[in-house]
């Protein structure tokens, strides 16, 4: 259930405009909306409460906000489930639909969206620097059809996730980061090769793809890592993946931080990031104001407001570990 602050963000401060607008907004026009993941499977994206959280979170929203499936509103759901070279045809798939706005996930997703079309409103969630790459003109004033929420400007919370790590485990050395051959390479790999060095640490990569992680994995082993880093790529998130990844770290007994709340959940050792669900709770804010009229170049590409810390401590119990104070009280939740 949505609470009244994350409410009334969505709304973006407007007055709220009550049962009467909501029901004179359902009787008029149909609205189509596109959303395209990278990697999980459209299954998971699939009905009234979709099994993937981000999704659930999105649509949601835009219930709450007056747009419901079978009502006024058709959501087009779709994945290229690991396969980027796919971008380009989906979204050509979603201009051919005539639809009203298209949800994109990460920078290349909206890159290919926007060699695709020009002219159809497009709302990105993720990705870093959205001016470096062409996305926008500026954050205040997007220009073009495309703005969102880039889940940060710099590379600085990956930095700040390798630094809790070893507060929080003060005898790890060789950690590895468990990430794509692209962020490695970037200025995210850039800052945490440098805060590594500032903290006494050998960081190195373990790379995978959007659908394998065997290699990875063995080089985790190979290089005998005593602490794993998990990037916040989107394929990541797939349940699928998820899953494997925790599994990994709790076979080999690997204390962890993760991008995503829901590896905690799973058994992963720790969790910090920007509040996902936030992120997609207001690009359903952007979509709506968009349906409204509001053109997409004048919404201003916001960052995240919400970053939270979660901490297993069962599975710190597992690992044998005991997280200090001074970590523990930085906490936004622990999971007992």
């Known amino acids: 259930m949505m609470d009244r602050r994350a409410f009334i963000a969505l709304v973006g401060g407007s007055v709220l405009a009550g049962p009467h607008a909501i029901k004179a907004q359902q009787a008029g026009k149909v609205r ?20 993937h959280p981000l999704i659930r979170a999105f649509v949601h929203a835009l219930r709450a906000l007056g747009h419901v499936e079978g009502q006024n509103l058709i959501l087009e759901r779709r994945s290229a489930e690991g396969r980027f070279e796919q971008y380009p045809s989906i979204m050509a798939d979603l201009v051919r639909l005539d639809s009203d706005v298209i949800v994109t996930v990460g920078i290349p997703m909206t890159q290919r969206a926007k060699e695709v079309t020009s002219t159809v409103p497009i709302v990105f969630v993720g990705g870093y620097d959205p001016v470096a790459h062409g996305i926008v003109q500026s954050l205040a004033r997007p220009g073009g059809n495309v703005t969102g929420f880039s889940f940060f400007i710099d590379p600085e919370i990956h930095a700040k996730r390798l630094q809790l790590l070893k507060e929080a485990v003060p005898r790890i ?20 090769q440098s805060v590594a060095q500032d903290l006494g640490l050998k960081l190195f990569l373990a790379e ?74 207001r690009a359903a804010g952007y979509v709506d104001k968009i349906l409204k009229g509001t053109k997409p170049g004048d919404l201003p590409v916001q960052q995240p407001t919400k970053f939270e810390l979660v901490i297993n401590l069962k599975t710190a119990k597992a690992l044998g570990l005991t997280i200090p104070p001074s970590v523990l009280l930085r906490a936004d939740q622990v999971i007992e």
Request: aromatic share 8%; charged share 25%; proline share 5%.
């Open 32 to 51: 189509r909306v596109g959303i395209i993941l990278t990697t999980s499977p459209v299954a998971e994206m699939s009905g009234p409460e979709p099994a």
């Open 208 to 281: 995978h793809t959007p659908t394998q992680y065997a290699d990875a994995f063995s080089v985790v082993t190979r290089e005998r890592a005593d602490a794993l880093i998990v990037s916040s790529a989107p394929a990541n998130y797939a349940i699928a993946n998820r899953r494997l990844i925790v599994d990994f770290v709790t076979r080999h007994r690997l204390p962890s931080i993760h991008a995503y709340r829901e590896d905690v959940e799973l058994g992963g050792l720790m969790e910090y990031a920007a509040d996902n669900h936030d992120l997609f709770r």
């Open 173 to 192: 050395s060789r950690v590895a980061f468990l990430g794509l051959k692209s962020e490695w390479e970037d200025s995210v790999g850039n800052r945490l």
